[in-house]
């Protein structure tokens, strides 16, 4: 794949777009300015830096998705909203063809406070960014090491609602117990130090592109 600059892969300190697909859709739901930390064969690593404006889904009268009762929040009307990134900042760290993404979270001050893994359709790269869809089920790990589901009954819910059918779903909890696999041997990149790293203070905070959800551009292989 090429970066936007026509190199195989995009600089550090270039800007391009994570999103998510709506799940059984191929609309854009979630969209999020962020700017590439390293890009090599292996691994994808990008920084969303706070107060970045993003784009999320909502209920249909602009109601927070999770204010919704599980039993009806993937059958409720919804919509898009963009709001800005109220956090300290995520790194987000996604390998070619792993069906998870790695995000690690700080508290004030730099002081780490976990990492997630996201599971997610593998990402589909084109000139902008990266494109993916979200597997409900998540994982959180903490510094010591331990680890516990997250979402279990929301992965449930999808499945009831329609969103994701039982094979597609065995093969989520196969990734998921993949990923856990990764965990217990502490391998990339939980042993790779990305805790200490800190983003390029030059870096200006990505603007949210008035056509964040166009169509793909092709990319050449």
């Not at 962020?34 to 602009?62: H, N, Q, S």
């Not at 279990?152 to 696999?181: F, N, P, S, W």
């Not at 990339?188 to 008035?210: I, K, N, Q, S, T």
């Amino acid at each position: 794949m090429t970066g936007s600059a026509g190199s195989e892969h995009w600089a550090p300190g270039e800007q391009i777009l994570w999103r998510y697909r709506g799940n059984g859709s191929s609309d854009v739901h979630i969209c999020r300015p962020v700017t590439v930390v390293r890009d090599t064969d292996e691994l994808l690593a990008v920084w969303m830096a706070p107060g970045t404006e993003c784009v999320k889904p909502a209920l249909a009268d602009g109601t927070p998705v999770h204010h919704e009762p599980l039993a009806t929040r993937y059958t409720s009307p919804r919509t898009t909203v963009r709001a800005r990134w109220s956090g300290t900042g995520v790194l987000k760290l996604a390998r070619p063809g792993d069906a998870w993404s790695v995000w690690l979270f700080w508290e004030q001050g730099w002081q780490f406070r976990n990492w997630y893994v996201n599971l997610e359709e593998p990402h589909l790269r084109w000139s902008g960014g990266i494109d993916s869809e979200d597997h409900f089920l998540d994982i959180a790990v903490r510094p010591d090491r331990s680890w516990q589901w997250l979402d279990e009954d929301e992965l449930e819910q999808a499945c009831t609602a329609g969103l994701m059918g039982e094979e597609k779903a065995r093969r989520v909890r196969a990734a998921g117990l993949e990923a856990v696999e990764v965990i217990g041997d502490w391998g990339p990149p939980y042993c790779d130090g990305w805790e200490g790293w800190r983003p390029d203070p030059r870096w200006p905070v990505p603007e949210l592109p008035a056509d964040w959800n166009r169509t793909p551009a092709p990319t050449s292989a």
